[in-house]
DNA sequence: TTAGGTGCAAAGGGTTTGCAAGCCT
DNA sequence: AGGCTTGCAAACCCTTTGCACCTAA
């Protein structure tokens, strides 16, 4: 139950009643579903739907798929989370959790590393005016082999 | 018909020939409609199958969708282009055509800018070592608006 | 009671595949 | 002739949606 929205407040059931009352979206309800996904989600970064669905089933959780993709598309438009498009699947992963960071990613096994370097950090903006882009979102990622799966090929 | 393979070395349809000559893999044939794709290909980098055929079919030529994802896929194997993820859809780009670069995604429009940096070429190296990551794909994306979306929000 | 939330199954969108027919060698 | 290629449609996979039912407020 560690998720923390950009503001570094920590949230909970009760906070996320304040934090998503965006514009055209009514008053959210509590609902024991969703605080079951946000525990699941909070101790499991980087999870697919599907992932996040065996997780709670294995703890005896039933909780359709399409409720997950639900609330997890919710969470994403609260702040809580970040989808990333990973292959053909989607991730969703923490956001702002540590602070300003970036991804690692593995091409063969799809694990994801974050890693934090000042430098980068500033030759992105650099990169981006000198391209005329705005960094609206804050998203750099590397591609690679993760240590594991360095040795074998593939 | 600039398409180049790795060793920079200008690719056709005979040099192909030798090209693709992978293990497991029987020897290409020539093919006219894979000579068309690898000409439109050639002319429109970070293109999704959808597109290409569109315009194939703009230029009269009838080639079916499964051909196209067919061919992309065995380019890819060969090395002459390059499958990248965005959003749910599979664009195929250039490889090695102008040596190292990486991209600058618009998180809006899909639209993708090419850039290089030594700097951030340097500290990719030092990063991925620190987690004991190889580098054995030459991966690094930057996101963010373009110019034309960086304006209107989204 | 009323507006969300949920399960289920169907629908969607992109990509792959099986099969019969076509083409290169 | 033999084998790679292609078109077509069905199959697949992941994700979204419609609808009827359930639940919080």
Redesign the interface.
């Known amino acids: 139950m560690d998720i923390y929205i950009p503001d570094q407040e920590k949230i909970t059931m009760r906070t996320m009643n304040v934090a998503k009352m965006s514009p055209n979206r009514s008053r959210l309800k509590h609902s024991k579903k969703r605080d079951i996904i946000l525990a699941a989600f909070a101790t499991q970064n980087h999870v697919t739907a599907q992932k996040l669905h065996n997780s709670l089933a294995e703890e005896g959780h039933r909780i359709s798929l399409g409720t997950i993709y639900r609330t997890m598309r919710l969470f994403c438009k609260m702040g809580l989370a970040q989808a990333r498009?990973?292959?053909?699947k989607t991730q969703y992963g923490h956001t702002a959790a540590k602070g300003r960071h970036d991804h690692?990613v593995?091409?063969a096994c799809g694990n994801i590393?974050e890693?934090e370097?000042q430098?980068?950090e500033r030759?992105?903006k650099e990169?981006?005016a000198?391209?005329?882009?705005?960094?609206?979102?804050h998203?750099?990622?590397?591609?690679?082999?993760?240590?594991l799966c360095?040795h074998s090929?593939n």
């Open positions: 498009h990973c292959e053909a690692l593995c091409t590393a890693f370097n430098e980068i030759l992105r990169i981006a000198e391209n005329g882009f705005t960094l609206s979102v998203k750099l990622e590397l591609y690679g082999l993760c240590s360095g090929d």
